[in-house]
């Protein structure tokens, strides 16, 4: 009998504290795989957002299948719905391709995707396909954008960070202060720039013109994403 792991997530502590999210997501999981004759062992991880792959428990099913076929105890992995893996397609994608990689067999019931069969696995290869127009489509845009900003002198590119704490007390003293006020009263209070240096007139002024401008390019690449 094929054994496969059941995986679970909720966000919050108090969604497992209460246990019915993940009551529900086992159900759902348990019904499957009884039906296709299968067993299950459980990995949950509680408390965790799906905003990337970095979670304990996922990260030691992932461990556990990335092993030799001939030593791996257990053949893929089966969640309720897609977000309790991942909110990114392009994720998804991602480990379906690993998966496919190293022959094991991705389950998303919602979605209607299970590798182990081929209309599962058809709408698997629909969707890395999907996956892979929309990074392209994304990538156009942004790159669209980058060069259109850069036409009219826009900066998109990293910089040395500056701590929030530090540019939100820069704009709030420079609302009532000169630069060399700004300058003088960051420096009394331990602030220093992005590089480490003490401030002066002509690098808090500097730095408020940028501060905008990033605030201005994080706007558009929002408007490009979201178009």
Same mark, same amino acid.
């Given at each position: 009998m094929?054994?496969?792991?059941?995986?679970?997530?909720?966000?919050?502590?108090?969604?497992?504290?209460?246990?019915?999210?993940?009551?529900?997501?086992?159900?759902?999981?348990?019904?499957?795989?009884?039906?296709?004759?299968?067993?299950?062992?459980?990995?949950?991880?509680?408390?965790?957002?799906?905003?990337?792959m970095?979670?304990?428990?996922?990260?030691?099913?992932?461990?556990?299948?990335?092993?030799?076929?001939?030593?791996?105890?257990?053949?893929?992995?089966?969640?309720?719905?897609?977000?309790?893996?991942?909110?990114s397609?392009?994720?998804?994608?991602?480990?379906?391709?690993?998966?496919?990689?190293?022959?094991?067999?991705?389950? !998303?019931?919602? $979605?209607?995707?299970?590798? =182990? %069969?081929? *209309?599962?696995?058809?709408? &698997?290869?629909?969707?890395? @396909?999907?996956s892979?127009?929309e990074?392209?489509?994304?990538?156009?845009?942004?790159?669209?954008?980058?060069?259109?900003?850069?036409?009219?002198?826009?900066?998109?590119?990293?910089?040395?960070?500056?701590?929030?704490a530090? !540019?939100?007390? $820069?704009?709030e003293?420079? =609302? %009532?202060? *000169?630069?060399?006020?700004? &300058?003088?009263?960051?420096? @009394?209070?331990?602030?220093?720039t992005?590089?480490?240096?003490?401030?002066?007139?002509?690098?808090?002024?500097?730095?408020?013109?940028?501060?905008?401008?990033?605030?201005?390019?994080?706007?558009?690449r929002?408007a490009?994403? !979201?178009?």
């Amino acid at each position: 009998m094929t054994t496969m792991i059941g995986y679970c997530r909720v966000s919050t502590v108090e969604q497992a504290d209460s246990g019915l999210g993940l009551a529900a997501q086992r159900e759902t999981i348990q019904r499957y795989a009884d039906a296709h004759g299968w067993e299950v062992e459980w990995y949950v991880d509680a408390g965790h957002s799906a905003k990337n792959m970095d979670r304990p428990q996922l990260q030691a099913a992932l461990d556990r299948l990335n092993v030799p076929a001939k030593r791996r105890d257990v053949g893929g992995i089966v969640v309720a719905k897609l977000d309790r893996l991942s909110r990114s397609l392009a994720d998804f994608a991602s480990m379906l391709e690993y998966a496919r990689g190293r022959s094991w067999s991705l389950v !998303a019931i919602d $979605l209607g995707v299970d590798t =182990s %069969t081929p *209309t599962g696995e058809m709408v &698997a290869n629909v969707m890395m @396909a999907v996956s892979q127009w929309e990074r392209r489509v994304i990538g156009e845009r942004t790159s669209a954008a980058m060069q259109a900003a850069k036409h009219q002198g826009r900066h998109m590119g990293r910089r040395s960070a500056l701590p929030k704490a530090t !540019a939100d007390r $820069l704009l709030e003293l420079r =609302s %009532t202060l *000169t630069l060399a006020g700004t &300058a003088d009263t960051l420096n @009394a209070e331990g602030h220093t720039t992005a590089t480490g240096t003490a401030w002066d007139e002509h690098k808090v002024c500097k730095t408020v013109h940028r501060l905008a401008r990033d605030a201005e390019a994080a706007r558009l690449r929002e408007a490009v994403l !979201a178009s």
